[in-house]
């Protein structure tokens, strides 16, 4: 049997977050009425000049920055010319031979913790087509070009990848990233981020690439993997029964989770780009890229390095809660308010009780129903001992529903630790009295009785007997002191 | 530079044309004398010219604030479509 090498690369179209459209004043915003945001620009009315967006081209550069790129200092716009009914110019206006960002890279974490560098072509500015709808309509497409002059950055990859599961990883971090950036919402429902994957296999050790097949539609992370998936198992299959692979367009069918080639395409695929005469050289200054560098936040890598190295958490803890800066502020929030000693325990609450809350109730961390500082007030008593963190997750869970804070639960529930040792005692004395046989038993050397007595004290006390204090009194008494 | 027939077929194709039988040989003549005459320009010695992109030597593009500046007339803009239904513009259907 042979062994196959899988090579991936990716472009990725994030929607920038303009207000305005790349090339007209019209609106960007999403779901409104069918070409109610469609000017005479963006509908290809003759005699309209395109003039290019400034805040279409800051984003572009602030993304170039955060990758390490060359801005480039010239760059040309092109028509990429093809027919569609929601392209209504009959070409659409990107870049070709000399794109706005240059060469760099990111670098992602794989599930064994080892770290990789992606490499980046190049990233472009183009816009966006419009959409065609089918439903309802019979024997016809009805087209929505509110859509079309959206800007994009059209972000590629070198072929670098060697699995789904970097795809997938290369790709997240790319969402992270624009979203630190506030350059795109990196909302995929809606078709703000998406992904076309250049996929080919080749006999593990050669280096000469096999063909390469280009899927299109990939809209969720999900279905990236499982499209890669299937079209390695494909190629693969093709290859081993003699056949061989052509470079063409496929498309990926989420209902049926196969690809299968996009014929039309075929012969469309000649451009024939050449520099778009309506637009002028773009020249971007020293002074523009250093005042966008200016307004670089702390990217997701330096966030990470910064949790781990301060608060002394694993590089996976830092890895998750540097993965959005809500997440990242939410979760430095709860810190400054418990003591940057128990970050760990602030780590643990955010990914665990907090996230599966946010998860359970579908919600985003902006609408989570716990604030930090009131988490870190929940912690706080955690950690002076007030309730055990058994107790905490029940006051969290009532937080959670009925929004007061942690003190004001633990009085009217009654949930404050016994940590009275005199009190402990006795409830241990009385647990003892009632069950002589198992004592004789532990006496007699059955160990695991411990935590037989234990459960029966919690149970007595309603979990809320100090653990520490249990346990070390427990201990004696039943040692018979 | 000359075409050859299957070059007009071609770019005919690519242009959503239709060129009948009868056209054909006009096409593959007349546009082969355009690329001959534009051809004159390959003579010309560009060795250590940089490339051009656009005709305004010198000047660079103009970028606008991003403010949105246009308002909903779809209705206008509609009057001279062919077939619309619900604000969507209809065109013969066309599915992947």
């Known amino acids: ?481 | 530079m000359s075409l050859s027939r299957q070059d007009v077929e071609k770019i005919a194709h690519l242009a959503r044309l239709l060129i009948s039988e009868q056209q054909m040989p006009v096409y593959v003549t007349s546009l082969s004398a355009i690329l001959a005459f534009v051809d004159q320009l390959a003579k010309v010695d560009t060795a250590g010219v940089a490339p051009m992109a656009h005709p305004l030597a010198g000047q660079t593009q103009r970028l606008r604030t991003d403010e949105v500046t246009e308002t909903d007339q779809h209705d206008k803009y509609q009057a001279n479509a062919s077939a619309v239904q619900g604000g969507l513009y209809l065109v013969p259907r066309v599915i992947e």
Request: charged share 25%; proline share 4%; aromatic share 8%.
């Open chain 1, 1 to 481: 049997m042979s062994d196959w090498e899988v090579v991936i690369g990716l472009e990725i179209h994030a929607q920038l977050a303009t207000r305005s459209k790349i090339f007209s004043g019209a609106a960007t915003a999403y779901g409104a009425p069918p070409n109610s945001q469609a000017s005479l620009v963006d509908l290809a009315y003759p005699g309209v000049l395109p003039v290019l967006n400034a805040e279409a081209v800051r984003m572009a550069v602030k993304f170039g920055l955060a990758i390490g790129a060359q801005i480039a200092e010239r760059s040309i716009f092109a028509r990429k010319n093809y027919f569609y009914p929601d392209l209504p110019k009959g070409y659409q206006i990107s870049q070709y031979e000399q794109p706005v960002v240059g060469r760099g890279a990111i670098d992602i974490v794989l599930d064994d913790g080892v770290r990789k560098t992606v490499g980046i072509t190049r990233a472009h500015l183009e816009e966006d087509a419009g959409k065609s709808l089918h439903e309802g309509l019979a024997h016809a497409s009805g087209i929505d070009l509110n859509r079309a002059g959206t800007p994009l950055l059209e972000i590629v990859s070198e072929p670098d990848m060697r699995s789904a599961k970097e795809a997938v990883a290369y790709m997240k971090k790319l969402h992270t990233l624009v979203r630190y950036l506030e350059i795109c919402d990196g909302n995929m429902q809606e078709g703000s981020f998406r992904c076309d994957a250049n996929v080919s296999v080749r006999p593990r050790g050669r280096e000469k690439f096999g063909t390469r097949a280009e899927i299109k539609n990939l809209n969720s992370f999900r279905f990236v993997e499982k499209a890669i998936h299937y079209e390695v198992a494909r190629q693969v299959e093709l290859l081993e029964s003699g056949g061989h692979v052509i470079q063409e367009t496929r498309l990926y069918d989420s209902d049926k989770d196969e690809t299968r080639s996009m014929r039309s395409k075929e012969e469309a695929n000649d451009y024939r780009y050449f520099p778009d005469p309506d637009l002028l050289p773009l020249q971007i200054g020293r002074e523009f890229i250093e005042s966008v560098r200016a307004t670089l936040p702390e990217l997701p890598d330096q966030k990470a390095a910064r949790f781990a190295a301060g608060f002394e958490l694993s590089a996976y803890d830092a890895g998750v809660l540097s993965a959005s800066r809500e997440l990242g502020a939410y979760f430095e929030a709860v810190v400054d308010a418990v003591g940057a000693p128990h970050a760990k325990l602030a780590a643990n609450w955010v990914m665990g009780e907090l996230s599966s809350a946010l998860n359970r109730d579908s919600l985003e961390i902006r609408d989570a129903r716990v604030d930090p500082r009131a988490l870190g007030g929940l912690l706080q008593r955690i950690v002076d001992a007030t309730i055990s963190g058994k107790i905490a997750k029940d006051v969290f869970e009532a937080m959670w529903s009925e929004g007061q804070d942690a003190d004001a639960i633990i009085a009217a529930k009654g949930l404050r630790q016994i940590t009275d040792t005199g009190a402990i005692a006795a409830v241990i004395d009385a647990v003892i009295a009632a069950n002589p046989k198992q004592l004789a038993d532990y006496r007699a050397g059955k160990d695991k009785l411990f935590g037989f007595f234990i459960g029966q004290v919690m149970k007595a006390t309603e979990g809320k007997a100090n653990p520490a204090q249990l346990n070390e009194l427990l201990r004696a008494k039943l040692g018979g002191a």
